[in-house]
């Protein structure tokens, strides 16, 4: 080898002693080149250059000998050694050069670009590809897949990844089966798999279709792209099997949700138990026997049932009875059908809070019918329970409205309690509710709502906070008393008209004197410039009372304003007997946004934060700015659970999606503490107290979390920590 600083003689003396013959004109190059090298300038010339040479050589290898520091990295050939590293070992992004079989590929539907799956004799990897294919690949294709380690997903994958297709291979013919609690624990996430499961439901998204599976355990999704020809539909209740890739469904923090199969097509799949192609010809089940104990149960399959009609609400529901119980059924069809008409019903069984019901259910409607007629119920025997779903009778006085609902909804008082009835809402429609005052008796399914306490002298039974009945139509509600005719709506009207006829009067006078028009005249002037006076007044008045009540840089409500809300809210909840719920929200970390990005940006996020908590909560809810980067929250009529769901719809409203702040885009976080008050009520800064001790229990267990803060007892329940979905 050629060493720097070495002379050309030391090179000729090397080559000579190897027996190479070297020619004369060489030999007077060398002898000139050894007389020039005498002179004492070229010596320091030529050693001022090696010097320079050994110092490149030592700080800057890469410059000099074009070395890539990457290139000491092994190259990835298998699936397994690119699924099997750890996340920091991924992160270093390796090579990875891969030879193996396309066994699920979906074009992009979406910002998140091509899914695609590939396994070989190791096992199977996730492709994320970098460069979209000229032609999109098809399960079978032998690809060669270059890109690198990466980290960034649930496991480890190939990303940057660019596809060849260099010919056609299999899929495996055999994978190993698993169940729900395989697919949930993430150990076999991306590898060709097989499972058993009893398909519940078909839809279609986008460009693929989308199973819901039942399996022994529990529920998880499958999804292959949409080929022509193909109708899973037809394999709802249909016994499979089906081999594709096991995939989580996880949150942003990595953590599993779900599960979910991505299988190439409909050769993947194979029927051990047809579906019944007339599902009606199942046998009869009873009500009253479904979900009960059976030894040796399998999984669970579609029942047929048959009752008399007590409900239907087209496209959402439908409640019958049969010889033992009630039931309602969560259906999609709007076929004409009425109460008591005999229906067969097919559907999945689930458990319900009080009773079984039936999901993905149909019907058919026969010929005959019977009426049913409602049990005369009172209050306390309502809120036993044990008329869920039944038809039933109950009279009360109208006391108000509930605007914020979803149906038509009225509030009744009987006994000493509050119920609400509520009607089926139809498009352009709104129906009309009796006079309030009114005493009232309504017909319908008795709904029960729980509070999620169980009653443990009886074995877990579910406590009802309230319930609700569900009306057929509007002739279900029937007047037997109306209120006093004088009242206050009457006497506006009567002094109304008691004005009107004196402005009538004066007019009458004035056209008698044409003194007395030039008079009318010259007030009817003062009248307005006073007129126009009161207005701007009041425009002035309304500006500043809506600016000492509202928050400047967001535009929501100020600390002053949502508190006198929260205790007029707290007075009506305390009134009416509902709970109140309150929510607590703080931006994690934001004093780094303000120290990163400056003010300016910061006044951006508080106000993205308002507009994306404002779409999260109901339009009857209150939103305000409690102080600095803190909101806060009031929810009339929420019980626990519905307070938990706005609390979590609030955080991923924030966490799910960057704030784009010019051309910057900010990740935010939020810690959020929630407390409902409770029957008989608690005082209001106890509730707002405790929302706020929730709020700093969440900033102490890691921020991005929901904590809620039971006032009965005093404890901590951490209701979400980066879970997605509800």
Known sequence: MLRIGTDYEDVFSADKSDGETVAPHFQRCFAKDRQIRKQPQVRFARRGFVALLWLAALCMPEALFGLNATAALPLLTTCRSVHHLTVAEANIHRPVRLHAVVSYYEAAIDATGPSLFVVDKSGSVFVSLGTIPAKPLVPGDLVEVTGVSSGADYAPVVAHGATRVIGKGRLPSTAPRVNVTDMLSGAKDGQWVEIEAVVDAVHRDGAADVLALFMQGGMILARTPVEPGVDYKQLIDAK????GNAAPLFNHQQQITGGIINFPGISSLSVEQPADPNPFSLPLSSIAGLLRYTPDSEIRHRVHLRGRVTLFWPGRMLCFRDETESLCAQVDQTTTIGPGDWTDVIGFPNAGEFKPTLIDATFKKMERSQPVFPVRVNNQQALSGEHEAELVSMEGKVIGEDAGASDPTVILSAQGNVFSIVAASAAGTKPQHPEFGSFV?????????????????????????????????PADVVVLQTPSWWNAVHTLRVLALALALAIFALCRMALLSHRVHRQTETIRTQLLEAAELKNAAERATVAAEFHAAHDELTGTRNRRKIFAEFQREFDAATASGSTLGVIMVDLDHFKRVNDTYGHLTGDEILR???????????????????????????????????????????????????????????????????????????????????????????????????????????????????????
């Open 441 to 473: 008796r309504a017909t319908g399914i008795c709904s029960m709502e729980t509070d999620g306490a169980a009653d443990s002298t009886r074995a877990g039974f579910p406590i009802a906070k309230s319930f609700r009945i569900l009306l057929r139509s």
């Open 608 to 726: 993205e934060t308002v507009r994306r908590i404002t779409f999260a909560v109901r339009s009857s809810d209150l939103v305000g700015r409690y102080g600095g980067e803190e909101f806060m929250i009031v929810l009339p009529r929420c019980d626990k659970f519905q307070l938990q769901a706005c609390a979590e719809r609030i955080r991923l409203a924030i966490a799910s999606e960057p704030m784009m702040v010019g051309s910057v885009s900010i990740s935010m976080t939020t810690s959020v503490g929630t407390a409902v008050t409770m029957r008989p009520p608690h005082a209001m800064l106890d509730a707002l107290a405790a929302a706020d001790s929730a709020l700093y229990q969440a900033k102490n267990g890691g921020r991005n979390r929901v904590v809620l803060k039971d006032l009965a007892t005093g404890a901590f329940e951490e209701a979400y920590s980066g879970v997605a979905g509800v």
């Open 240 to 243: 499979i099997l089906l081999r």
